[in-house]
């Protein structure tokens, strides 16, 4: 019964997480997607326009604007723990 009151708290405590409507997702996605290949295109203009550097110009691109989240993961009898780097947010906020 205290594990059960302990999650219940736990969901009580939580931050709903913000969904947008699928329009404005396929909208967002798109923009990052265009976002990346500006950049990529940038940098294969900045090297003189020299071929064979493609997929290097849009991972560096793409590195740019996607960077990937550090995460701890930590689990005990009675609970689960994760630490995550995430700059802008507040614990709270998540």
Known sequence: MEKQSAITQREKEAVPVKSLPGSDLLERVRELSNAI??????????RGRADGHDLGDWFRAES?????VHVDLAESADAFTVHAEVPGFSAKEL
Not at 37 to 46: M, P, Q, S, V
Not at 64 to 68: D, N, S, T, Y
């Open 64 to 68: 740019e604007f996607l960077h990937p």
């Open 37 to 46: 290949a500006h950049r990529a295109f940038e940098l294969f203009d900045g």
